[in-house]
């Protein structure tokens, strides 16, 4: 037992909960992105936040202040990690772990926070090997241990327990050890923008390697077009990587295939949750438009990434290209449309539609003087 949030469960301790809700935030495939730095911030660093701010009974300002500058610390260390790190890391959990330690050190008292990165940077792991076993839940796993240990490091900090100053560039330290081709200027490089103000906001539940070819099939679909006729995806390495799944066995395979959701849209001109479940994903008309999808890598938007995830979509005689992808700070979801995906998401975890409205309200109180024990609340109330 303990006093600590754990969403959809029974509360816990302040370490206890952040490796709970550390699991939560990546299962529906529809976390915020940073672009350059090939990750997800939010996983790692709420959970971690959230724990320590009610474990140290800290304001919704400080709070705020701790995600800040998780992202911060986060999204700027993934920068400089170099496409080598992303080849067999996971991101999101080898820099979220360092996010996680710098909020926690902006709501625990006396914590230290060279010494909590140095012991947060120790702790950093996550390999990929887990996407190529579609049964593996390592992947939650990543986030969870990110926030949990984030938040260890802080709080052993804070009571003298000293890591090592030189974690990042140190000669046996992150960079040289996991990250071939790494340049750590680049985590002091751009001081004048935030790095949050910077983030993607994802529209479909599935991997953000596909959206901008899912924007591109919808507006294909929308100007009309004969399915039956061939089709194809150009789109950058990375993407041809991780979601070249031509017959996806499980919903997490679909989530990641390029095939599945462009057969999916072409047909119904949208995308949605239920269109990875089995029934989907057996589907003979969807099925048969992925076995004839050609998936290629294109030069051009091989040369624009990772500053854009572009795709390039033809059926028949007609194309669509599309470099920045809805949601994208170059083609960015409105604030309407982000609280509308926030109430999606919180009923799609079980809330009904007026406890969904009172999270919402509850966070965007937050920030305007807000109280945290209404947030906390808000996020306990069940159906």
């Not at 754990?6 to 529906?28: F, K, R, T, V, Y």
């Not at 993934?78 to 360092?98: D, E, K, L, Q, S």
């Not at 070819?213 to 919808?218: E, G, H, N």
């Not at 406890?355 to 309200?361: G, I, K, Y």
Request: net charge negative.
């Amino acid at each position: 037992g303990g006093s600590c949030l754990c969403i959809g469960a029974q509360n816990s301790d302040m370490l206890g909960a952040a490796l709970h809700n550390g699991m939560l935030g990546n299962i529906l495939e529809m976390d915020d992105v940073d672009k350059r730095a090939v990750l997800h911030a939010a996983p790692s660093i709420m959970p971690a936040a959230l724990a320590a701010t009610q474990q140290y009974n800290r304001s919704p300002r400080a709070f705020l202040e701790a995600i800040i500058s998780g992202y911060e610390t986060t999204i700027r260390i993934g920068r400089a990690v170099g496409p080598g790190h992303y080849a067999y890391w996971h991101n999101t959990a080898t820099c979220g772990v360092f996010g996680a330690a710098a909020a926690a050190c902006v709501l625990i008292p006396g914590a230290d926070m060279v010494s909590a990165l140095g012991l947060a940077g120790t702790q950093s792991s996550g390999l990929w090997q887990t996407r190529h076993e579609p049964q593996s839940m390592a992947k939650q796993l990543h986030t969870a241990h990110a926030a949990h240990a984030g938040l260890l490091s802080a709080q052993l900090s804070a009571r003298g327990f000293m890591g090592p100053r030189t974690i990042l560039e140190g000669e046996q330290g992150f960079f040289a050890a996991m990250c071939p081709g790494a340049n750590p200027k680049d985590v002091v490089a751009d001081m004048e923008g935030w790095a949050i103000h910077q983030t993607s906001t994802k529209p479909y539940p599935a991997c953000r390697h596909t959206h901008s070819a899912i924007d591109a099939a919808l507006a294909l679909y929308a100007h009309g077009i004969d399915i039956s006729e061939p089709v194809s995806v150009e789109t950058y390495s990375d993407a041809t990587k991780f979601c070249d799944r031509p017959n996806p066995q499980t919903v997490i395979e679909a989530k990641f295939s390029l095939q599945h959701v462009i057969a999916v849209v072409l047909q119904r001109g949208q995308i949605g949750f239920d269109d990875f479940e089995q029934d989907a994903r057996d589907d003979k008309t969807t099925a048969g438009i992925r076995n004839r999808i050609q998936l290629t890598m294109a030069p051009d938007l091989e040369r624009k990434y990772p500053a854009h995830y572009g795709s390039r979509v033809r059926v028949g005689e007609h194309m669509m290209t599309i470099t920045d992808a809805l949601g994208d700070p170059e083609n960015p979801m409105s604030e309407q449309e982000i609280i509308a995906k926030a109430k999606v998401l919180l009923q799609r975890g079980g809330l009904d539609a007026r406890a969904a409205e009172m999270v919402c309200s509850a966070t965007l109180a937050l920030s305007e003087g807000g109280d945290m024990d209404d947030y906390v609340e808000a996020l306990t109330w069940k159906a």
